[in-house]
């Protein structure tokens, strides 16, 4: 049977009056009975836009012109805002900003969790522009037009935004964007680079230049020289993981290193290791973490999702002993370097899919005060009921999605926890993300 074909959409912008916002910021219209999110538009607008996709519930577009501007309306920092997939509210006033990410917070606990009245935090702020120390950047020679594309996707399709800089990345990167152009298009494997994983530490900078063909000599030279010149480290990656390599001696660093100096500590992390983005939100996070948990000398911690102990290690620091637990055996071992490198004696690391069942892991033996839970955005439903019946004195939840954030905190409720409180961070300014951070009590 042949493939139904899809109706064309119409090439000429459509007139829409924004009603209201959508949780990731996008303008809601309505278009004959179906809505249409509107990127770029605010509510109470009348803007002209064109449609980039439609189905039959929903239809998506992008802003043309502005008619009747919102007062929340601001000029945005980044001359490509408007285009460039890699922000999409900084045509939004910040403060307006958070608001929207409470809000939706706030509507998330009562839909998903059942949950109507939630005390809120004052949000935690940090720098909206030059935040950005992880990202994956896309790489793109457009043969008819001789060059090189570097950045995000553009809004709303797969293409490569036409930048040349970018304001939401560290600086030591953001700058870079016009320089990697040029150096791409001077290489012979030009067409043959998708994509750049940028990792930045605190004291070093690594590119890591995705190559589905084998640079020659020339290009390795060219490579050497840009990252000298940049005083970036840069590696290449033929294939999974395993296949990152530095260029030569001089690009290989063992390590890239953050520190959160308010704990004393220091964490070693590979380029392809998950570490937070933003450096100012993550000292705050850790530190509001700590202080809702209310750590005392004789505390016993499980640390679930632990990564490479972003929160094991200063918890350590306060209480008698942290376990941390953590899907990856990979970064298991990296909590364990991380503590030997801070002389942290008082910690354990255990690898186990926290996607299921714990009952009977070693780990798992009831006897923990206090519990800090830092999932991935699918959740940790299915180690809610096994983490409540524990009954810890105080849970700490820190989420990148407030959906299953909201539907994880009805089941501590029911069973036996009060959510004390709960505050958005704003670990991704200038975007619709939303980090958030949850305090619940034994009843």
């Given at each position: 049977?042949?493939?139904?074909?899809?109706?064309?959409?119409?090439?000429?912008?459509?007139?829409?009056?924004?009603?209201?916002?959508?949780?990731?910021?996008?303008?809601?219209?309505?278009?004959?009975?179906?809505?249409?999110?509107?990127?770029?538009?605010?509510?109470?607008?009348?803007?002209?836009?064109?449609?980039?996709?439609?189905?039959?519930?929903?239809?998506?577009?992008?802003?043309?012109?502005?008619?009747?501007?919102?007062?929340?309306?601001?000029?945005?920092?980044?001359?490509?805002?408007?285009?460039?997939?890699?922000?999409?509210?900084?045509?939004?006033?910040?403060?307006?900003?958070?608001?929207?990410?409470?809000?939706?917070?706030?509507?998330?606990?009562?839909?998903?969790?059942?949950?109507?009245?939630?005390?809120?935090?004052?949000?935690?702020?940090?720098?909206?522009?030059?935040?950005?120390?992880?990202?994956?950047?896309?790489?793109?020679?457009?043969?008819?037009?001789?060059?090189?594309?570097?950045?995000?996707?553009?809004?709303?399709?797969?293409?490569?935004?036409?930048?040349?800089?970018?304001?939401?990345?560290?600086?030591?990167?953001?700058?870079?964007?016009?320089?990697?152009?040029?150096?791409?298009?001077?290489?012979?494997?030009?067409?043959?680079?998708?994509?750049?994983?940028?990792?930045?530490?605190?004291?070093?900078?690594?590119l890591i230049f995705r190559v589905l063909e084998t640079p020659n000599e020339q290009d390795l030279s060219k490579l050497d020289q840009f990252?000298?010149?940049?005083?970036?480290?840069?590696?290449?990656?033929?294939?999974?993981?395993?296949?990152?390599?530095?260029?030569?001696?001089?690009?290989?660093?063992?390590?890239?290193?953050?520190?959160?100096?308010?704990?004393?500590?220091?964490?070693?992390?590979?380029?392809?290791?998950?570490?937070?983005?933003?450096?100012?939100?993550?000292?705050?996070?850790?530190?509001?973490?700590?202080?809702?948990?209310?750590?005392?000398?004789?505390?016993?911690?499980?640390?679930?999702?632990?990564?490479?102990?972003?929160?094991?290690?200063?918890?350590?620091?306060?209480?008698?002993?942290?376990?941390?637990?953590?899907?990856?055996?990979?970064?298991?071992?990296?909590?364990?370097?991380?503590?030997?490198?801070?002389?942290?004696?008082?910690?354990?690391?255990?690898?186990?899919?926290?996607?299921?069942?714990?009952?009977?892991?070693?780990?798992?033996?009831?006897?923990?005060?206090?519990?800090?839970?830092?999932?991935?955005?699918?959740?940790?439903?299915?180690?809610?009921?096994?983490?409540?019946?524990?009954?810890?004195?105080?849970?700490?939840?820190?989420?990148?999605?407030?959906?299953?954030?909201?539907?994880?905190?009805?089941?501590?409720?029911?069973?036996?926890?009060?959510?004390?409180?709960?505050?958005?961070?704003?670990?991704?300014?200038?975007?619709?993300?939303?980090?958030?951070?949850?305090?619940?009590?034994?009843?």
């Amino acid at each position: 049977m042949s493939r139904r074909r899809r109706k064309k959409l119409p090439a000429d912008p459509i007139e829409f009056h924004i009603q209201s916002l959508s949780h990731e910021g996008r303008g809601i219209a309505d278009m004959e009975g179906k809505i249409v999110f509107v990127q770029g538009a605010l509510a109470g607008e009348r803007v002209s836009a064109k449609l980039t996709k439609s189905v039959s519930r929903f239809a998506e577009a992008n802003t043309v012109e502005v008619f009747d501007a919102s007062e929340d309306r601001v000029e945005p920092p980044c001359p490509h805002a408007n285009i460039c997939g890699g922000c999409s509210l900084q045509h939004m006033d910040a403060g307006k900003q958070i608001e929207l990410k409470q809000n939706a917070l706030l509507e998330q606990y009562q839909h998903f969790g059942g949950i109507d009245s939630v005390p809120m935090r004052k949000p935690m702020l940090g720098p909206t522009l030059g935040y950005r120390r992880k990202a994956r950047l896309a790489a793109k020679y457009v043969n008819k037009k001789e060059c090189v594309l570097v950045g995000f996707r553009e809004k709303g399709n797969s293409f490569v935004a036409d930048i040349n800089q970018c304001a939401v990345l560290d600086p030591r990167v953001g700058l870079l964007i016009t320089p990697l152009r040029e150096l791409i298009a001077e290489l012979s494997i030009r067409s043959a680079i998708p994509q750049i994983e940028v990792a930045a530490g605190d004291d070093e900078v690594i590119l890591i230049f995705r190559v589905l063909e084998t640079p020659n000599e020339q290009d390795l030279s060219k490579l050497d020289q840009f990252g000298e010149t940049h005083s970036v480290r840069i590696y290449t990656q033929s294939g999974g993981p395993k296949t990152v390599v530095a260029i030569n001696d001089k690009h290989h660093v063992e390590r890239l290193y953050y520190s959160l100096p308010a704990h004393d500590c220091k964490f070693g992390f590979l380029p392809l290791d998950f570490t937070q983005v933003n450096a100012h939100i993550n000292e705050q996070m850790v530190d509001l973490a700590l202080q809702l948990l209310d750590l005392n000398s004789q505390d016993r911690v499980l640390d679930l999702f632990c990564g490479l102990g972003n929160f094991t290690l200063p918890m350590a620091r306060q209480c008698k002993q942290v376990v941390g637990v953590e899907g990856s055996e990979e970064m298991v071992k990296r909590g364990s370097e991380n503590a030997l490198l801070n002389g942290i004696s008082n910690t354990e690391f255990f690898a186990a899919d926290l996607s299921k069942d714990i009952a009977g892991q070693p780990w798992f033996d009831g006897t923990y005060d206090k519990v800090l839970i830092d999932p991935p955005r699918s959740g940790a439903q299915a180690i809610i009921g096994p983490i409540a019946e524990l009954g810890a004195q105080r849970i700490v939840y820190v989420s990148c999605n407030p959906a299953t954030l909201a539907r994880d905190a009805g089941e501590l409720v029911k069973k036996g926890y009060r959510l004390i409180e709960t505050g958005v961070m704003d670990m991704f300014p200038n975007t619709g993300h939303v980090e958030s951070i949850a305090l619940f009590e034994k009843i």
